[in-house]
Structure formats: structure tokens, C-alpha cells
């Protein structure tokens, strides 16, 4: 099966890269769509000057970072929310009202207190990736069986160690859904704001900065396919990754239920 499906991924990528060799001379646009070729070559020269894998890492660095803070802010919310339900009315709406502003909308404020750099680029990140996190959690703490938490505490356990040896044991698939979703949207917001933040930070910009020179500067089509080609392998393979670490945890959660 995993053969097949291998031959089928293959297939449906050479179908696409023979389609858009043909016709890509023949697109109406402003300015010439390149071929196959064309981009093959600009991923060639931008990874051989460094500036791809400079870029690409100065991204990581930022999504790493507001996602760490996400993750540290979500999770201990998450759980106290979820297990304590007064503060869980007393905050929701709060959660849903921040929920809805779009993570591009509060950059001009994060760059106002600030500034244009590493710091503001990350607060859009860990402002995406906070919700999905914090929501799935309370979640899984509701998910969490009854019964299990009423015999922790009738052995006695206190609040901190029920919902550290048993409500977040129970819920951690459903934070691992949050975290896969909150990574997808952090990393989405970080292109967002290098391209909404431009050329300012001059060396230490990530991809979405070299995608604004390309299109702002250099007009050069070819580069910007070439980002937005490596955007998507890489935010399908950090998916991917947290897949994984998904299915570990599928074993435990129906094994227990």
C-alpha cells in the first residue's frame, strides 16, 4: 500500500511538472511565467549563495520561539481552564473574542511595542499558535474519563498531581492536535509578517522578506516561486512530523478508553 501510494505521489508530481513546462509560455500574465527550467535554475544560484538556507533558518528561529511561548502559555491555561469550570466561564470569552482578530491584524501593534525585529516577528506566532492549543487542551481535559479523576482523588492525590499523573495523560492526544494545528497556523503567520514587515530588517530577514524583495525589488518570478515552493515543503514536513508524534499517542487513548 505504501508502494502504491509512493507510485501515485510520483506520478501526480511529473504529471504537474510536464503540464507546467508545456504551457507556461503560453499563461497571460503582466510578466513572463517561468518554466520548470527557469525556477530549477533560481533554486540552484539561491541555494548555492546561501541566502535560501540563511533566510529559511532566521523562519525556524522565529517560529521555534513564538511557538515555545505559545506552548508554555496554552498548556497550563489549558489545563486549569478545563479542570477548574468557573474559571473556564470567567475566560471564554475572552478566548473566543482574541480568537477571532487575525494573527496579521495585531502585528502593527507587536511592532509599535516592539520594533521591527525577532521579538515582534515571534509574538504573531505564539498569538496564531496560542488558540488551537488552548482549546484543544480544555478539550482533552474534558475528554478526560470521570472516573479516572475521581479515584485519583479518592487515593487522596491533591489538584497538581491529579491533573499532572491524570487529566494531562489522558488529554495529551488532543494537545498534540492542538499543537499540529497551532504549528500549521504559526507557520503561515510568520510568512504573513515578513512580508507585511519588508526589507527593513535588511540581513536578518527570513523567507517572507526575500519573497517581498523579490516581487517589490526584482520582480523576479522565478525567486518567488522558489519561496513559496520551499514554504510549502516545509510546513507540509513540520506537519508531517507532528503527525507522527500524533500516532504514538492513539495507542495510549484507546487502550485507555
Not at 482574541?98 to 511592532?111: C, D, G, K, W
Amino acid at each position: 500500500m505504501g508502494a502504491a501510494r509512493l507510485v501515485r505521489g510520483t506520478t501526480s508530481i511529473v504529471v504537474i511538472l510536464v503540464a507546467w513546462q508545456l504551457f507556461a509560455g503560453r499563461i497571460p500574465t503582466s510578466l513572463p511565467f517561468p518554466n520548470v527550467v527557469d525556477v530549477a535554475e533560481s533554486a540552484y544560484d539561491l541555494a548555492a549563495s546561501g541566502d535560501l538556507w540563511q533566510a529559511t533558518v532566521v523562519s525556524l528561529q522565529r517560529v521555534l520561539l513564538g511557538f515555545s511561548i505559545a506552548v508554555v502559555i496554552a498548556l497550563p491555561l489549558g489545563l486549569t481552564m478545563g479542570y477548574v469550570g468557573l474559571l473556564e466561564r470567567f475566560l471564554d470569552g475572552l478566548v473566543q473574542a482574541f480568537r477571532s482578530i487575525a494573527p496579521i491584524a495585531v502585528l502593527p501593534l507587536f511592532i509599535l511595542w516592539f520594533g521591527q525585529g525577532d521579538v515582534a516577528a515571534a509574538s504573531v506566532v505564539a498569538y496564531a499558535a496560542v488558540f488551537p492549543i488552548l482549546i484543544n487542551t480544555i478539550a482533552g481535559v474534558h475528554s478526560t474519563e470521570t472516573r479516572l479523576v475521581d479515584a485519583a482523588r479518592t487515593l487522596g492525590l491533591g489538584h497538581r498531581h491529579v491533573l499532572t499523573h491524570v487529566v494531562l495523560p489522558g488529554c495529551t492526544p488532543q494537545v498534540m492536535t492542538g499543537m499540529r494545528l497551532g504549528m500549521g497556523l504559526a507557520w503561515g503567520s510568520i510568512i504573513a509578517a515578513e512580508l507585511a514587515v519588508g526589507a527593513k530588517t535588511g540581513a536578518s530577514g527570513g523567507i517572507g522578506q526575500l519573497m517581498f524583495i523579490s516581487y517589490a525589488y526584482q520582480t523576479d518570478v522565478s525567486a518567488l516561486i522558489v519561496y513559496m515552493i520551499v514554504v510549502g515543503l516545509l510546513g507540509f514536513g513540520i506537519d508531517a512530523l507532528f503527525r507522527t508524534f500524533g500516532r504514538k499517542w492513539e495507542p495510549q487513548r484507546r487502550s485507555s478508553s
